[in-house]
């Protein structure tokens, strides 16, 4: 097991906020100066080890790394490797960072990116685990803010869809509350509402003390409450492949799914310079008829992810970043299972199990799961 300091990006609260400012920049400045940064990267290879589907992530990392002057090696498809043998995670992990400068993964088990960064000898990328983290879908949300808005602080953002499973928007409402004067207007059903632990976190219950300011949140139950106070909407899809595979999730996703459709006529309250951003891919959540709106973001969004992470390929394989230590140094190996039946412990059975005590809960040091 390899878990010496390594460049990872396994979660983005592991860095500074002068950190991501600074891979903010550099993607701006490659933005304006492609051609500065054509061979920034040759000779060096990156391994894409996508466990499961992907378009954006893992297309514009490649599409970054050719860009960068580097080569690309890897799999958007486990069975077709000898992962459909049998082989762990721990030695896929060893075996391709043998053969890579830096990986790129997504996995399904929540706290993979994790495991895999203990056992690799090159840098990990956490490209979304589960429903864990999707921490350079942030970087993208963060470049998109800035681009778009001219600034990361004082927007009233309006989050709207499945606030109970996106990673994206738990990771997006994590990093926006570092800077001042955020306010969030939580849109959603009450079954798929913002996770108390994330609430609580935006109150300053948790007791995070390197937040600069806590901001404020309010929950409603209609676009039509929220539109015209927003400075941005941000939409998300009903994430299907999260709910239970039986007659009954799949009649309780149909019925999520059919909630909350922007469309142009609902834009008529908005603000002119309201900007609307969706991670994609979008099912019926957003109507054509809004592609044509000068606000809505979310192509250039996706566009702005491939700069930010030709941006953070090059800070990670420069040793830009103000590494943390991979493990927290608070979590102990311990015989106890994870609750999170999602998490890698369960299916790695070489992987130490470690944890940590947290406001008196048990915390899993790879998934998060607090009990
Ligand atoms: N936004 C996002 O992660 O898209 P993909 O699943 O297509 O990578």
């Not at 539109?227 to 999260?242: G, P």
């Amino acid at each position: 097991m390899n878990i010496q300091n390594q460049n990872h990006l396994i979660n983005l609260n592991d860095y500074s906020t002068e950190t991501w400012d600074s891979i903010i920049t550099l993607a701006q400045l490659i933005k304006k100066t492609p051609r500065v940064y054509k061979g920034a990267c040759t000779g060096k290879i990156m391994g894409t080890l996508f466990y499961e589907p992907s378009t954006r992530t893992q297309m514009s990392f490649q599409s970054a790394m050719l860009r960068l002057g580097g080569g690309i090696i890897g799999f958007d498809n486990p069975e077709t490797s000898s992962i459909s043998k049998g082989e762990s995670l721990s030695d896929t992990a060893k075996v391709i960072s043998g053969y890579s400068d830096v990986i790129v993964m997504r996995h399904y088990l929540e706290g993979a990116a994790k495991a895999a960064a203990m056992y690799s000898d090159c840098p990990i990328i956490n490209a979304g685990d589960g429903g864990h983290l999707h921490p350079t879908q942030t970087l993208t949300d963060l470049l998109t803010l800035t681009e778009e808005k001219g600034r990361l602080t004082n927007l009233n953002i309006g989050i709207c869809g499945d606030l109970k499973h996106g990673r994206t928007v738990h990771s997006l409402v994590r990093a926006v509350s570092r800077y001042m004067g955020n306010t969030f207007t939580f849109i959603s059903t009450p079954e798929l509402s913002m996770p108390d632990y994330i609430k609580k976190e935006l109150r300053g219950i948790a007791g995070i003390s390197d937040f600069t300011d806590y901001g404020c949140f309010s929950e409603v139950h209609s676009l039509e409450e929220a539109m015209e106070h927003l400075d941005v909407l941000y939409m998300t899809r009903i994430q299907r492949e999260r709910f239970p595979d039986t007659p009954e999730g799949r009649a309780e996703y149909n019925r999520q799914q059919q909630i909350f459709t922007l469309t142009a006529d609902k834009l008529r309250e908005a603000k002119p310079d309201l900007i609307i951003m969706h991670p994609l891919p979008r099912v019926d959540e957003i109507a054509t008829d809004v592609d044509a709106d000068p606000r809505a973001v979310y192509f250039k969004q996706a566009n702005y992810g491939m700069y930010v992470r030709m941006a953070l390929i090059l800070t990670i394989l420069n040793h830009k970043i103000d590494m943390e230590p991979l493990l927290s140094g608070k979590s102990v190996i311990t015989k106890r299972d994870c609750t999170n039946l999602k998490c890698v412990t369960h299916y790695e059975p070489t992987l130490p199990k470690r944890s940590f005590i947290k406001d008196g809960k048990t915390v899993c040091e790879y998934c998060d799961c607090c009990d």
